[in-house]
């Protein structure tokens, strides 16, 4: 009997990514599908919350697929960050932009369009209720309208379909050239959090139908999918070549990065900043101008604040690299940085939130 239980549910891209991370570096723990009985009496009694996935370990639980990632670092699974402190600051970029981004583009097509939300809403009801007939259809599709009005309050909505669209096709587009001929992770030697934080969006756009007809247009990135879903729980494919790379210096995948860090200051860093000046001005939503010309539109959260200082220390650990950036991707990377930085001391309530950030104050004057 494993040492810890992993609560999921097979439609959350939190749940898969925690399964295909824990599984990969051979952590002690046996996935178990969340219903209805232990989303209470479980994850809910012991969190305080009934989102998955939720690692248990007797009454010990910690919930949030990245708090996870962390303790499984902790635990020691260094493999999950690359060695270098820049790339791993980087790497959690890229999980926080997958995380937080490209999850609202996928969930959009899941929940908007017809066909997914018909197949999810039964596969969710069967999870929950244990396969009951006739009542597993009636619970699911409550549940499935009952998470769609709350992801159209946070956004997902078809009012920013164009920009939700735009940007997921720069970033398919993006990941299919870099991935094409290419056998390696992002990073370049083994998986780290960022091809996890990216599996978890991506595979399950991939199992809808209308992202899995989409997704016949990258095979590449199809291919990438396709090595990370052999490490998931609970029986990963410890001997994938992934896992045992021939060359354990081989470069990161620079065409997606450079890509991932345009969406991330041309589009998910705005939202960021018009959220905080939404909740400055104490507005109760905002609208954020996009690099493309796109608007984005959402009711001004706190969440989103605590997101925003997420990234502003992640940001703030790249700089303190900033030789090092410069030398291996170009004066570009940096120039992003302090743009933003002025940016975000334009922002009403941005100059107080730089406070403790040294090596952004610097970059910003």
């Given at each position: 009997?494993?040492e810890y ?7 959350s891209?939190y749940s ?12 002690p723990?046996e996935?178990?599908?969340?219903n209805?009985?232990t ?6 009694r012991?969190?305080?919350k009934?989102?998955?996935p939720v ?6 639980a ?6 996870i990632?962390?303790y499984?670092?902790d ?20 999980e ?11 969930i ?13 809403s ?5 999870e929950?209720l244990?396969?009951?007939?006739g009542?597993?259809?009636?619970v699911g599709r409550?549940?499935?309208r009952?998470?769609r009005?709350?992801?159209e309050?946070g956004?997902v909505?078809?009012?920013?379909l ?11 587009q993006?990941l299919e050239?870099a991935?094409d ?11 780290t ?7 978890g969006?991506?595979?399950q756009y991939r199992r ?7 997704m ?8 990438l999918?396709e090595?990370i ?8 494919e410890l001997e994938?070549?992934?896992l045992?790379?021939?060359?354990a210096?081989?470069?990161p ?16 860093w705005?939202i960021?900043?018009a ?6 001005e104490g507005e109760s939503s905002?609208?954020?101008e996009?690099?493309?010309g796109?608007a984005?539109r ?16 992640l940001l ?8 090092e ?5 170009g ?7 302090d743009?933003?930085?002025a ?5 009403p309530g941005?100059?107080a939130r730089l ?11």
């Open positions: 009997m494993s239980t992993l609560y999921v549910n097979s439609m891209p898969i990514k925690a399964s295909a991370m824990l599984g990969s570096v051979g952590f723990c996935p178990e599908t969340q209805i009985v989303r209470y009496a479980v994850l809910k012991l969190t305080g009934t989102m998955v690692l248990r370990r007797g009454e010990w910690l919930n949030d697929s990245t708090k990632a962390r499984a670092i635990w020691g699974a260094t493999s999950l960050v690359p060695d270098s402190p820049l790339m791993e600051a980087l790497a959690w970029i890229v926080e932009f997958a995380d937080e981004w490209i999850n609202r583009w996928f959009y097509s899941r929940w908007h369009n017809d066909r997914d939300f018909d197949e999810v039964v596969d969710l009801g069967r929950m244990f396969g009951i007939p009542l597993q259809t009636l409550a549940a499935a009952m998470i009005g709350q992801l309050r956004g909505s078809g009012e920013n164009d920009a939700l669209e735009q940007s997921r096709d720069r970033t398919l993006a050239e991935l001929g290419r056998n390696r992770p992002v990073f370049g030697a083994t998986p959090v960022a091809d996890f934080g990216l599996y969006p991506l595979e809808d139908p209308t992202g899995g007809d989409r016949e247009s990258y095979p590449a990135t199809r291919k999918l090595r879903r052999e490490l998931e729980l609970p029986d990963p994938s070549p992934w045992h790379p021939d060359d210096d081989a470069e995948a620079w065409g997606l990065l450079e890509t991932i860090w345009s969406e991330f200051f041309g589009v998910y705005r960021l900043l959220n905080l000046e939404a909740k400055t905002f609208e954020a996009l690099a493309d796109t984005y959402a009711r001004a959260a706190g969440y989103t604040l605590g997101r925003l200082d997420h990234c502003l220390d703030d650990r790249v700089m303190a690299h900033r030789a950036l410069v030398e291996r991707a004066d570009e990377w940096v120039r992003a940085i743009d933003a930085t940016r975000l001391a334009d922002t941005g100059s406070e403790g950030y040294q090596h952004l104050r610097s970059s910003g004057q």
